[in-house]
């Protein structure tokens, strides 16, 4: 029997982000006055929330699909902290080389260093936050639902490409708001990024012997490693060679990951 797609995950994922986004883009788009002071307060809480996307879909189709008591096991899976020291070491290892190879490298072609926004003891603090607000949250849907079924139904490289390539389209309303990063990087760069973390954060998840909540903490890393390396200008039409270097590094990492999988 094959495995069903649950095409109510993408429906529920993609209204509850892009409706919350909504007044938004109508706000950076001049359709709500840019004067209202709420929506320029309300801007970064409402894209935390919309971020839930994902943990929305996924605890919305295991219920109406498996019921109540499978939703509760699903929610008890992210209780556990036990990785194993390979995931936990691997998390900080790769996302921090990436981010300070991609940082440093155009320092030797005449590139000035970009500074990190804060000291690091701030750090740990700021992880936490990405880890459950700013932006980890979204694993609970992508790595921690949909991700295993389109691997086992497309296998482990095509289920990941599929995954990251929905994800990259997910995002797309943060380019039309104001205040946002995506507003300063190449959607093609972002793309690959998308792609070459949805082969790493599966690949972390499966070697913390499936704890779901690993692949919270490797996207919290990634956002915010890019903290203390940056590596995009906040500056409109500007290269960003550092970003492009990072995707790509990312990408082949991914690809890399990927193929050893699946020839063990």
Not at 70 to 81: D, V
Not at 115 to 135: K, N, Q, S, T
Not at 189 to 210: C, D, E, Q, R
Request: with cysteine.
């Amino acid at each position: 029997m094959g495995i069903k797609m649950p095409i109510r995950f993408f429906v529920v994922t993609f209204l509850w982000t892009w409706l919350i986004f909504t007044p938004l883009v109508l706000f950076r788009v001049g359709v709500i006055p840019q004067s209202n002071d709420f929506l320029l307060k309300a801007t970064l809480p409402l894209i935390m929330l919309a971020a839930f996307g994902p943990a929305v879909g996924a605890f919305f189709s295991i219920y109406t699909i498996d019921g109540k008591d499978a939703l509760k096991k699903y929610l008890k899976s992210f209780f556990s902290l036990n990785f194993g020291w390979k995931a936990w070491l691997l998390i900080f290892l790769v996302l921090g080389l990436a981010q300070i190879i991609a940082w440093i490298i155009p320092e030797f072609f005449g590139e000035n260093r970009l500074p990190a926004f804060f000291p690091i003891y701030i750090f740990p603090l700021y992880l936490l936050f990405m880890i459950f607000l700013g932006g980890g949250q979204e694993e609970i849907g992508w790595r921690g639902y949909i991700s295993p079924l389109l691997e086992k139904k497309y296998g482990l490289i095509i289920g990941s490409l599929i995954v990251g390539i929905i994800w990259a389209i997910w995002h797309i309303p943060l380019w039309f708001m104001l205040g946002t990063n995506q507003s300063f990087i190449p959607f093609g760069a972002f793309v690959l990024t998308a792609i070459g973390y949805s082969y790493l954060f599966s690949w972390i998840v499966a070697l913390s012997k499936n704890k779901l909540f690993s692949g919270l903490v490797v996207h919290g890393a990634a956002n915010a490693f890019i903290t203390l390396f940056p590596h995009l200008i906040m500056e409109t039409n500007n290269v960003q060679v550092r970003f492009w270097i990072y995707c790509v590094l990312i990408l082949v990492i991914g690809i890399i990951i990927a193929i050893m999988r699946t020839i063990k």
